[in-house]
């Protein structure tokens, strides 16, 4: 079935690091991808997608790019922030396949941990 | 413009009793979604309204529980009676069209004893 994997946490860097969370999915027919961030005492908020093969998403200093030949969309950021501190989570949909749902397909969640 | 609400933010339960989730989407979201996620596992999805209709309500995993939407408004969900596995964090989330970007709430969590 349709599913997503990505790292495991939790992730602890120093302020300033380079930061990659893998991401790689299974999915019949053509997802759109997701990045959540759950930040301390929050909900989960959107923090980039991208909707087609190469396409590449990015907020806030984060990006990720759709590669369909790895089935992979990995985040990355420059350099991080201590207030980047949170829960990442990787998801998928394939509402623009003309399905019935919308519903969204989780990873497990990576835990990122930024010290000054 | 206000963000989709949950309410209550904790709930703590003894096995056995009953529990009633609230979720107030986005004004004029016609959709409206359930996900919970359960001992730091992977967030899953329960159900999907679109106004008071069930679009998909695949991911219940079970009769005890039971969701509402109201006239299309806010939702419930219910569960009776709440087992020890129950317990986990469940967000609401709410979107305008069928493949617009989904809003989630704060989360309730809930714990089961």
């Known amino acids: 079935g349709d599913s997503v994997t990505q790292m495991e946490g939790p992730v602890t860097l120093s302020e300033e690091a380079f930061l990659t969370i893998n991401c790689t999915y299974t999915?019949?027919?053509?997802?759109?991808l997701f990045w959540y961030v759950q930040y301390p005492g929050e909900g989960l908020q959107l923090l980039l997608k991208a909707t087609k093969a190469d396409d590449k998403g990015s907020n806030k200093g984060f990006e990720a790019t759709y590669r369909k030949e790895t089935t992979s969309f990995h985040l990355e950021k420059g350099s991080v922030q201590v207030s980047d501190s949170a829960v990442y989570f990787c998801a998928l949909t394939l509402s623009n396949y003309g399905g019935a749902t919308n519903k969204l397909i989780f990873g497990t969640g990576t835990l990122l941990a930024v010290q000054p | 413009e206000a963000g989709v609400t949950q309410f209550p933010s904790h709930s703590v339960i003894e096995k056995g009793q009953t529990v009633t989730l609230r979720c107030d989407p986005i004004s004029g979201h016609d959709n409206l979604y359930w996900y919970r996620r359960v001992m730091g596992k992977e967030i899953k999805f329960l159900l999907h309204?679109?106004?008071?209709?069930?679009?998909?309500e695949s991911g219940m995993p079970n009769n005890r529980f039971l969701a509402e939407r109201t006239g299309g408004t806010y939702s419930t969900l219910k569960v009776q009676p709440a087992e020890l596995e129950d317990s986990g964090v469940y967000f609401c989330?709410?979107?305008?069209?069928?493949?617009?970007?989904?809003?989630f709430g704060p989360g309730t969590r809930l714990l089961v004893l």
């Open positions: 309204f679109v106004k008071e209709s069930k679009q998909d």
């Open positions: 999915a019949t027919g053509y997802p759109s």
């Open positions: 989330a709410s979107s305008q069209g069928f493949v617009e970007t989904q809003y």
